[in-house]
C-alpha cells in the first residue's frame, strides 16, 4: 500500500497538517508518532489534559517528554529541554500560552525572501487556529478548532495583581488584548486552557478528524530515516515494537519538531557534508543550514522572599497568567522583552516571588548536531544562549526593570528582601552578566534549525512552501523552519505552519 501523504510527528504543526490533508476523502495520510495516543478524553491522563502547573523553571518529566538535555551558554551546566512525546506533542505538555507572533515578525521573514508570509497573508490562517472566547473582530477567528481565553483581572493572584499595577505605576501601558497587532504592555496572557483543560492539538484537531476512514494514526512508531530513490522521497523506515518496517508514501511531510527534525533529515543524508561524511551516512543532498541556525527566548528567574503574611497561590507553579511586554530602550525591535510574574514554592523555605524577564528577540543562535547515527540518541544542543552583547545588554536592563517593578508600591507588604541576583551583582555589569551567563535557560522555543527562505540563501533548508531544496516530495512543516524565534511564545507559530503548509500541499496537488 502506498499513501497518498505521511505525516511524521503529531506535535503542533503535525497534528494540523494531518487533519487538514485528510479533510479531502480521496487523499489517504498516514501519521506516524513516536509517542502515545490517547483517543478519548476520559482516558487522557491528567499530565496531558490539566493544564496547570507547567512553568520553565520545573522540568516536565515523565512518559511525555523526550526529557532531552542542552547546553545553555559558555558557562551553565545543562539544563533540561522537554519536548512533547504523545500526540499533540510539545502543544500537550506545554504552558499554553496562546500568543500570535508580531506583524513585525512576519515582516522579517518577508524581508529574508518568504513573500507568501506576510501577516496579511497568515491573518486568515491565525483566525483559523482559534476560537477565542474573549473577542470576536477583524482579528480573531471564533470557530477553529484551539479554545482560547484569558484569567480575569479578579482572578489573578495577590502577586500577579501587584505586578499588573506596578507595571502601569512605572509607565507601561495597560494592555487586556495581547493578540491585537500593536498591542504592548501589561495585561492578561491568552491562553489555550478554558477551565484549567490543556488545548493540545490532539484535543483540538485530531479529536475532529481521527474518525476518517482516510487517516490512520499510528502512535508508539519511531521514524527513524526517510527513503529515496535518487532524490524523491519514497517512504520511512519506522520502529514499531522490536520490528522495523519501510512504508511508501507519495509525499513525505516531517514534523517531528526543531530537534528531531534536522536529526532525522541527518540520517536519511540530508545536512552538513561533514557531519554526514563523520557519521559515514549516504549523501542524498549536502544541505549546510541543516541544524544551524538554533534560535530560542533566553530567561532568567529573578527571585525576592515574600513576607510571611503573604497569601500564597494553591498551585505548586502558579499558571502564566499576565505578563508584560515592552520595547527595550532605544531597541531596534518592537516588543523585545518579556516578563511574566509567578511564585515558585520550589525556592527556600518559604518559596519566592519569580519575575521571569526574557528576551523574545534574541540576535544569539546556537547550533544542533549529530552525536550518533542512532534515532534514540538525542542531537547535541548547543543555545548558546546570550552570546551577543545586545542580548546580555537587553537582559541586564530587565532585570533592573524588574527590581524597579518589585520595588513599586503595589509590592510595599509583600516583598521582604531581594534573593537573586543580589544587590553587589545586580549593580555591576561584569558581574550580572556573569550570573546571566549561569542562570540563563531556555523558554522551550527551539525554532530555525531547518529555516525557509530563498535558494540564494545557502543557509536556507526549506523554501516557503516547505519543499526541502535538494530533493523532490518531501516538505517540513514545524517550528524548525521558522527563520527566526518570533516575538511570541512558539506554539501559534507552529500550529500556523502546519496550516500553512497544508494549505500550499492542497493548492499544489
Ligand atoms: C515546557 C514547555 C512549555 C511551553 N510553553 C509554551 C507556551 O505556553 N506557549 C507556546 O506558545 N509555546 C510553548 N512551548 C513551545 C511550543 O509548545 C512548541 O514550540 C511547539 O509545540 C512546537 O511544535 P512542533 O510542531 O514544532 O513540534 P512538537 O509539538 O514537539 O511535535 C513534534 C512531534 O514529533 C514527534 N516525533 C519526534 N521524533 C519522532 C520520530 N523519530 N518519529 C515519530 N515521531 C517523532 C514528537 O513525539 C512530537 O509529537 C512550550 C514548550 C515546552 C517544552
Not at 551553565?76 to 504523545?86: E, F, I, L, T
Not at 525591535?333 to 511564585?343: E, K, S, T
Request: charged fraction near 20%.
Amino acid at each position: 500500500m502506498k499513501y497518498d501523504k505521511i505525516v511524521i510527528g503529531a506535535g503542533s504543526a503535525g497534528a494540523v497538517v494531518a487533519s487538514r490533508l485528510s479533510e479531502d476523502p480521496d487523499c489517504s495520510v498516514l501519521l506516524l508518532e513516536a509517542g502515545p495516543d490517547y483517543p478519548n478524553f476520559e482516558e487522557l491522563p491528567s499530565d496531558l489534559k490539566h493544564g496547570w502547573g507547567t512553568g520553565p523553571d520545573i522540568v516536565v518529566g515523565g512518559m511525555h517528554d523526550w526529557q532531552f538535555t542542552g547546553i545553555a551558554s559558555t558557562l551553565s551546566n545543562d539544563m533540561p529541554v522537554p519536548r512533547g512525546k504523545v500526540t499533540g506533542g510539545t502543544s500537550a505538555i506545554n504552558g499554553q500560552v496562546f500568543l500570535r507572533p508580531l506583524p513585525e515578525d512576519f515582516e522579517r521573514w518577508v524581508e529574508w525572501g518568504n513573500d507568501r508570509w506576510s501577516f496579511e497573508e497568515c491573518l486568515p490562517f491565525l483566525r483559523k487556529i482559534e476560537t477565542d472566547l474573549d473577542y470576536d473582530g477583524d482579528f480573531h477567528g471564533q470557530d477553529g478548532p484551539i479554545l482560547v481565553k484569558r484569567h480575569s483581572l479578579e482572578s489573578l493572584t495577590d502577586d500577579q495583581l501587584a505586578f499588573y499595577e506596578a507595571c502601569q505605576f512605572l509607565g507601561y501601558p495597560k494592555n487586556l488584548d495581547h493578540n491585537l497587532p500593536d498591542a504592548t504592555g501589561v495585561g492578561p496572557y491568552p491562553l489555550n486552557n478554558p477551565d484549567g483543560i490543556r488545548f493540545s492539538t490532539a484535543l483540538g484537531y485530531l479529536s475532529q478528524s481521527r474518525h476518517r476512514l482516510n487517516l490512520t494514526i499510528k502512535p508508539n512508531c519511531i521514524t527513524r530515516k526517510i527513503l529515496f530513490d535518487g532524490n524523491t522521497a519514497t517512504g520511512v523506515e519506522v520502529i514499531s515494537g522490536e520490528e522495523i518496517f519501510q512504508v511508501d508514501g507519495k509525499e513525505i511531510i516531517l514534523s517531528a519538531g526543531a530537534i528531531a527534525t534536522p536529526q532525522i533529515l541527518m540520517l536519511s543524508g540530508i545536512g552538513p557534508k561533514e557531519s554526514l561524511t563523520e557519521f559515514d551516512i549516504d549523501m542524498v543532498t549536502a544541505l549546510p543550514g541543516v541544524g544551524q541556525n538554533l534560535r530560542d527566548h533566553p530567561t532568567v528567574h529573578t527571585t525576592w522572599q515574600p513576607h510571611s503574611t503573604f497569601n500564597k497561590p494553591e498551585q505548586k507553579i502558579g499558571p502564566q497568567k499576565v505578563a508584560l511586554r515592552y520595547t527595550s530602550q532605544d531597541s531596534k525591535y518592537q516588543n523585545d522583552m518579556i516578563m511574566i510574574m509567578r511564585f515558585s514554592h520550589e525556592i527556600g523555605d518559604t518559596g519566592a516571588l519569580m519575575i521571569s524577564v526574557g528576551v523574545y528577540l534574541a540576535d544569539s543562535a546556537g547550533e544542533l548536531s549529530l552525536q550518533s547515527k542512532d534515532i534514540n540518541t538525542q542531537p547535541l544542543l548547543n543555545y548558546d544562549l546570550l552570546n551577543q552583547e545586545y542580548d546580555r545588554k537587553r537582559l541586564r536592563d530587565g532585570i533592573r526593570i524588574a527590581d524597579e517593578i518589585a520595588k513599586a508600591p503595589s509590592f510595599e507588604n509583600m516583598v521582604v528582601s531581594r534573593i537573586s541576583p543580589n544587590e553587589k551583582v545586580l549593580q555591576n555589569n561584569d558581574l550580572l552578566d556573569k550570573w546571566m551567563l549561569e542562570n540563563v535557560l531556555t523558554m522551550h522555543h527551539i525554532s530555525g534549525t531547518c529555516k525557509m527562505g530563498p535558494s540564494s540563501d545557502t543557509m536556507a533548508v526549506v523554501n516557503q512552501y516547505g519543499s526541502v531544496y535538494g530533493t523532490e516530495h518531501l516538505r517540513l512543516a514545524d517550528a524548525s523552519i521558522l527563520p527566526d524565534c518570533p516575538r511570541a511564545n512558539t506554539n501559534v507559530a507552529a500550529m500556523l505552519i502546519g496550516e500553512r503548509i497544508s494549505d500550499f500541499i492542497k493548492a499544489s496537488d
